[in-house]
């Protein structure tokens, strides 16, 4: 496991990387499975047949179109089954032909037994029912990349879920949402829908019956720099479906607080804060940074589906809430309250403490991956700094909150509890005692800094021992060791594990570094040489 080691960047380098370790990199099977399979265009004519033979069975069963189960509209079961015909199963045998012969194909990588394959799965799904309806063009397709690792490998799929859409058989990454509407806003975006025109009240409520977040924007004409802005701002973005008209009246439809205007771009999603305004210059930046800051709610529920987008969101300050579900659950409407009081500037996330893949890789940054007490973490991407708060009631998180946006909140560093070090030939430093052992004495320092995963860490360690043996009895000198994967202090910016520091006792502020490829012999020599240069600099100065 990756720990972080500095405040430095490489804190949220290690924890983006851990995480896409976590949930992005499960490794395909590698032992190819025979099976056979149909071609893609009897894959088609069966999906045709079986959909029809569906709505003949339940007009038969049902002819006045009333369920079993008094219901108007088919079970979910019904739908879902539907639905995950309409995908293709692509296998060795016809995987090649569906990309070749199509000029787009949206393919899903799965393996039966990885959960989040299994939550994508009936989300892919839907968007395929819908993009149907649509009339889109586009291939839904999906491949159990266990059973056919050699066709699965030959598309570039290498993990599990995987999200791939061809273009004319050449590959680009899916970088959409994971619900099934922000499956087919990028779906349709990527295939030449970037905007729909709304021409009337009536196409405006029949659209909401299915978005629930979405842009409006109102043109009188379609034209200008205004409305080329906008469009190009549609077309980059991969999260919204933007809908545009020049009728005042639709638009009040969509978006109920606008205000009659000629020109006029609003945010619509489905939580409590629904409706923002855009009320900026029509840039294209603008308008982007604009949907990055408003795009999630006012309090985020993380799952492993939506993870990624929150950690790849660094322009707010990110406040974390680590509790148990029945907890959570009484934290959302207090924290959108908070949240609605610093909406522009902060990420409210709320984490299930007990889901390890989700809560831990953030916990194990401040030596709290045992711990199933509720807390609240938060990280500062422009000065690369973290912060705790122990009592996360509403209060203290608003409390917080104020002081990270003040500046007054002290950062986080973790530290084990200070040891004895009794009679000890190596002192053994923590992120507490950093100060007094090392910058403060008033002795020359060599400080082995190391990490348990460190392989090479071991042989650096049995030298310091050597070391300290060699010099034991000189007053002017002390060794020491830090575990940088427990401790940390701001003044320790280390990058490699091992690293072997060398801390003058007239310069603390510049540590000499030490090779740690070098022998027993040439390490003493480098010593020595140092010491030699701090006692002459002592008598230059008498």
């Not at 430095?8 to 851990?18: D, E, G, T, V």
């Not at 509209?73 to 019904?78: D, F, I, V």
């Not at 949907?291 to 950690?311: D, G, Q, R």
């Not at 490699?496 to 801390?503: G, R, S």
């Amino acid at each position: 496991m990756l720990i972080s080691k500095t405040p430095s960047s490489f804190i949220f380098f290690s924890l983006s990387l851990l995480i896409l370790l976590c949930f992005f990199t499960t490794k395909l099977s590698s032992e190819p499975t025979v099976a056979n399979g149909d071609s893609v265009g009897d894959d088609m004519e069966d999906i045709e047949e079986l959909i029809a033979l569906d709505e003949d069975d339940i007009l038969q069963q049902n002819p006045d179109g009333i369920q079993h189960d008094g219901k108007d509209k088919p079970s979910e079961a019904e739908v879902l089954s539907k639905a995950q015909r309409i995908v293709i199963e692509l296998n060795s045998d016809n995987a090649k032909r569906a990309i070749d012969e199509n000029e787009y194909v949206l393919v899903l990588g799965y393996a039966p037994w990885c959960s989040r394959s299994a939550e994508l799965m009936p989300k892919f799904a839907e968007a395929a029912t819908s993009l149907k309806e649509l009339r889109s063009s586009l291939l839904m397709a999906k491949i159990d990349a266990e059973r056919y690792p050699k066709a699965a490998s030959s598309l570039g799929i290498k993990g599990f879920p995987t999200l791939l859409l061809f273009v004319n058989g050449t590959s680009q990454p899916y970088s959409g949402g994971f619900t099934s509407e922000e499956i087919v806003i990028w779906a349709r975006k990527k295939t030449g829908v970037p905007v729909i025109r709304i021409n009337s009240v009536a196409e405006a409520n029949e659209f909401l019956k299915k978005y629930s977040s979405f842009v409006v924007g109102l043109f009188e004409n379609f034209e200008g720099s205004d409305y080329r802005e906008f469009v190009k701002a549609a077309s980059s973005d991969n999260e919204f479906q933007f809908l545009e008209t020049s009728n005042m009246e639709v638009v009040k439809a969509l978006f109920p607080d606008a205000k009659p205007t000629k020109t006029f771009l609003g945010l619509v999603k489905s939580e409590p804060e629904k409706y923002t305004v855009f009320e900026d210059t029509f840039e294209l930046d603008k308008i982007l940074q604009f949907l990055e800051i408003n795009k999630f709610p006012l309090v985020t529920m993380m799952t492993e589906l939506n993870s990624a987008k929150v950690y790849s969101n660094t322009k707010k300050l990110q406040v974390y809430v680590f509790a148990e579900a029945d907890e959570v659950t009484k934290l959302v409407e207090p924290l959108q309250d908070i949240a609605r009081k610093f909406k522009s500037k902060i990420l409210m996330v709320l984490v299930d403490i007990k889901e390890d893949n989700l809560a831990k890789p953030f916990l194990t940054l401040f030596g709290l991956e045992e711990s199933e007490d509720a807390v609240a973490v938060a990280f500062d991407y422009k000065i690369n700094s973290k912060y705790l708060e122990s009592d996360p009631t509403p209060q203290k998180i608003e409390e917080f909150c104020s002081r990270l946006l003040h500046g007054t909140e002290s950062p986080f560093y973790k530290s084990q509890p200070i040891p004895e070090n009794r009679d000890e030939s190596i002192l053994t430093v923590v992120g507490k005692s950093f100060d007094d052992l090392v910058l403060n004495s008033p002795k020359n320092i060599l400080l082995e800094v190391h990490t348990p995963w460190c392989i090479n860490c071991e042989t650096t360690s049995k030298q310091m021992e050597k070391l300290a043996k060699h010099f034991k009895g000189l007053e002017s000198l002390d060794f020491a060791r830090i575990d940088a994967s427990m401790n940390e202090h701001p003044k320790l910016q280390v990058e490699d594990y091992p690293t072997l520091l060398f801390y003058p006792d007239k310069d603390k502020a510049n540590p000499i570094e030490f090779p740690t490829k070098s022998s027993s012999k040439d390490l003493a020599t480098l010593i020595n040489k140092h010491l030699k240069a701090q006692d002459e600099a002592t008598k230059d100065e008498l």
